[in-house]
């Protein structure tokens, strides 16, 4: 898997220093799992941070401080993943740190437009979702109110920013209108973690708002 878009440094600076709210850090940690060259920054701004740390004046600390900072660093890791047990409604092909979390039913949202939601307890006002665009599907035309995540798992798009197939990474906010469309030879499934609202915009979307809470 040839990988072109990425996680900016700033996200994944925030995902290192374990400050990424969890919507948000479940769809940076998928991309994780498919991506060595973010694995390794990851782990260099984990350096930092500790070289920052050692570099402070000692100060007591508590005696499971040390575990309870393992256990954030730990994170969405290898270890949650073992935790994680199979459910029957798993989506073939989900990153394995999704495996614990249920599943709604794939829902119509508009033509050739499909989501599942991921019920994520203590994801608060960030919505973590999979979306399905069916080949050649020209998804509305949309801005955001807030930031928006998403990591292609399978099949692709292109919009004015470029093409996006399987484990690229793309991030949106306030300052992006876009419009994709779906490749034609299959459809697109991704996982996004949507903070605020989407804003249909056009045609399709005057359409559709009236319907789309998304
Ligand atoms: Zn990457």
Known sequence: MTIHHHPSNE?????????????????????????DACRKAVRGFEQVAGTMLEDLPPTTMSADALARTLARIDGLGADESRRASFREDFEPGLPACLRRYELGRWRWIGPGVEMRSIVVPGANDVRVFLLKGAPGTRLPQHSHSGTELTLILDGAYAHEGGRFGAGDFEEADESVEHRPIVSDDEACICLVALEGRLKLSGFMGALLNPFVRL
């Open 11 to 35: 996200t994944l600076a925030t995902y290192a220093a374990g400050t990424l709210d969890l919507g948000r850090r479940l769809v940076v940690a998928s991309h994780l799992d498919r991506c």
